[in-house]
């Protein structure tokens, strides 16, 4: 798998994870866990776009 490819898959499943947190967070009124489910689905986003700059430049 490419670099670019993996980023991109990666970045997906942590913003899924940091969806799930952030919402499981917000259900459980526990803010830490909020903010950490915030975190991580930032980092997701973030790893999604490097794959996708990745691609362009053949990576």
């Given at each position: ?20 947190k ?15 489910g915030?975190?991580?689905?930032i ?16 990576e």
């Amino acid at each position: 798998m490419k670099s670019s490819s993996k980023d991109q898959a990666e970045g997906a499943f942590k913003e899924i994870k940091g969806k799930a947190k952030e919402l499981a967070g917000k259900l459980s009124d526990n803010p830490e866990l909020e903010a950490e489910g915030t975190g991580e689905k930032i980092a997701g986003q973030v790893q999604g776009k490097i794959g996708q700059i990745k691609k362009v430049f053949g990576e």
